[in-house]
């Protein structure tokens, strides 16, 4: 079984099931193209993208189901090719990334979800253009519905 070393958890042992492809990279992170998905039972429903080439680069994220009901990404042509065609609703998870704000606030990224075609084990960020999905959306509390319009819009400026 291969081990991975991170900064938070030391040497990891991982089935490759468990690793995912992001063919893009991520913005700001283009070389980082292999991630690690780990989900320590302590840290439920969050998880971990931990990266397998840099020890200290790890990003927490959450399913956007236990965030936002009626939750809809649009891929676009060139996020679609990414993860390996069309495919079925049902092969995909959304991650929403995680951030904790200097004075403690803890906010998720409904923006820029995390695609991943779980039987490809790809993954691609993709912009949503839903002015609804903020990429500050505070964490806590009952899921949002999304079928209910928000007062206001948000924004990431």
Do not use: K, W
Not at 25 to 50: H, K
């Amino acid at each position: 079984m291969p081990t991975a070393q991170t900064a938070h958890f030391g040497a990891v042992s991982y089935a490759e099931d468990s690793t995912l492809e992001f063919p893009a990279g991520l913005p700001s992170f283009e070389q980082e193209r292999s991630f690690l998905l780990l989900r320590p039972a302590a840290y439920e429903p969050l998880c971990i993208l931990q990266s397998l080439a840099t020890p200290g680069l790890a990003f927490l994220a959450i399913d956007v189901r236990h965030i936002a009901v009626n939750y809809r990404a649009e891929l676009d042509d060139e996020a679609a090719a990414l993860l390996g065609g069309a495919a079925n609703e049902a092969e995909f998870d959304l991650l929403a990334l995680v951030a904790v704000a200097g004075d403690g606030g803890v906010s998720v990224n409904l923006r820029a979800p995390i695609a991943v075609h779980r039987p490809a084990r790809r993954a691609v960020q993709c912009i949503q253009s839903n002015p609804a999905y903020s990429c500050r959306h505070p964490l806590g509390g009952p899921p949002v519905d999304f079928e209910e319009p928000l007062p206001g819009g948000s924004s990431c400026s």
